[in-house]
């Protein structure tokens, strides 16, 4: 009797009813949740830009190929030999130009002026009479090209 005297025993609190577990396990799972979110966003941009700098390599390579055939690929070319004017009075200049590509030396003849291997160079001479001048070329296998141009003096 003393048990029901002293009124009803408090039962004991059971755990499922505790609103602490519910709402850390809410705020688990949200927390899961962004934490998810976040990662596919990462990853995905992360494939973006791998994507990105392939296009951009894919692009580059493209450049440079379109860029060594305009230069003369990688065969050894005289690519341009002129003079400029064609004709001259005596006394007067006139400037011998060319482009060479993949040529490892350069000569002019007759010229007294050094000259190199250049995708564009001109040489300024004075011939004294009609002269024709050759440039030869030769690259590292030892193949040679040459071409030859007449100066007209009047």
Not at 51 to 66: G, I, W
Not at 126 to 142: C, Q, W
Request: one cysteine or more.
């Amino acid at each position: 009797m003393l048990a029901d005297a002293q009124g009803p025993q408090p039962s004991a609190r059971n755990a499922f009813k505790n609103p602490l577990l519910y709402s850390s396990f809410l705020v688990g799972i949200v927390l899961l949740l962004l934490v998810w979110t976040l990662f596919s966003r990462w990853q995905d941009n992360q494939s973006i830009e791998r994507r990105a700098r392939e296009e951009s390599s894919r692009k580059q390579l493209e450049y440079d190929r379109v860029t060594l055939e305009r230069l003369g690929g990688k065969d050894l070319a005289i690519q341009s030999f002129y003079a400029s004017p064609g004709s001259i009075h005596k006394g007067e200049s006139v400037q011998l130009c060319y482009g060479v590509a993949n040529a490892k030396t350069v000569k002019l003849e007759p010229q007294p002026n050094a000259v190199w291997p250049s995708y564009a160079h001109c040489v300024s001479v004075s011939p004294p009479k009609s002269t024709t001048f050759t440039l030869t070329i030769s690259d590292a296998s030892g193949n040679t090209e040459a071409q030859s141009l007449q100066v007209t003096v009047e």
